[in-house]
């Protein structure tokens, strides 16, 4: 007997992904309009929800057997999915171990435990692989990550934990474990002019990067990784989400801006 649910909502795309790489996409009913990832689920997907909102008399019009979302950001959508009778599970995971948790426990979800922890395993033995080769170099960049602009806000746990896995050394480690994003904020952006980055990644959450807007803030023209054109952008669909796309390319992408500054400042 199956006990799966059958009628599944993603109100964010590492689920949507996740289920697609099982190939269990016949379960879902409804998707975050911010999916990139896979392509198809844009096409063969109902969009249902923003980040922020969603449209709650859809989503109940669906009859979906469980709405699964990320975060304390997304409280306000399950508390209410939950007022009208609708399961909900709300993961808040943040480190790479807990994407990996989280990865295997939709796997078991949906009656496919040990194909997400094959494809686990996989994803580890490559970020092992890329934490090899880094550990080799002599001197590694000092990375600042943006994930805001206005107020300046810096990355997430995962992000600082794949940043040191790519070969980086991220300038702000006191904000790795701070999972709200408040609680991630630069107050005074001369503190990022002080640590003088080598590299500088910007993902601007949902927003195209503006390398013009950076460069009007003051003294920030002396910042060593603008100074060696060493600021690269990072698509937040992939870095910023905590599932297959950031420890896959979002990791591999760091590592080769990283492997590049190596080879040319690194000796």
């Known amino acids: 007997m199956n006990f799966a649910p059958e009628r599944i909502i993603c109100l964010t795309e590492e689920t949507t992904e996740m289920l697609y790489l099982l190939g269990e ?5 409804g998707i975050s309009s911010f999916t990139k990832r896979p392509k198809q689920a844009r096409k063969e997907k109902e969009k249902v929800s923003a980040f922020l909102d969603a449209n709650l008399n859809r989503i109940i019009e669906l009859k979906p057997d469980l709405v699964i979302g990320f975060s304390d950001i997304q409280a306000d959508i399950a508390q209410a999915l939950i007022k009208h009778g609708i399961s909900v599970w709300v993961s808040n995971h943040r480190s790479v171990k807990e994407i990996f948790n989280f990865l295997v426990q939709l796997g078991a979800l949906v009656d ?5 922890i094959d494809l686990v395993k996989g994803y580890e033995k490559r970020i092992a692989e890329i934490q090899l080769i880094s550990s080799k170099w002599e001197k590694k960049p000092r990375v600042y990550f943006e994930e805001w602009f206005d107020p300046l806000i810096t990355g997430i746990e995962w992000v600082t934990e794949l940043i040191e896995i790519a070969g980086g050394d991220d300038i702000f480690p006191e904000k790795k474990g701070a999972s709200l994003a408040k609680d991630r904020i630069i107050e005074y952006p001369m503190e990022v002019v002080r640590r003088n980055p ?3 990644l910007a993902s601007w959450c949902g927003k195209k990067f503006k390398l013009k807007k950076m460069l009007e803030r003051e003294a920030w023209q002396t910042i060593k990784a603008i100074k060696n054109n060493q600021v690269f952008e990072i698509d937040s669909t992939i ?4 599932g297959p796309a950031s420890i ?3 990791v591999q992408i760091m590592h080769g801006i990283f492997k590049d500054w190596n080879e040319q400042y690194g000796s």
Do not use: C
């Open 239 to 242: 870095i910023l989400q905590p």
């Open 198 to 200: 080598d590299i500088v």
């Open 248 to 250: 896959t390319e979002g």
């Open 25 to 29: 996409q016949d379960r879902i009913v």
């Open 112 to 116: 496919k435990k040990e194909a997400a």
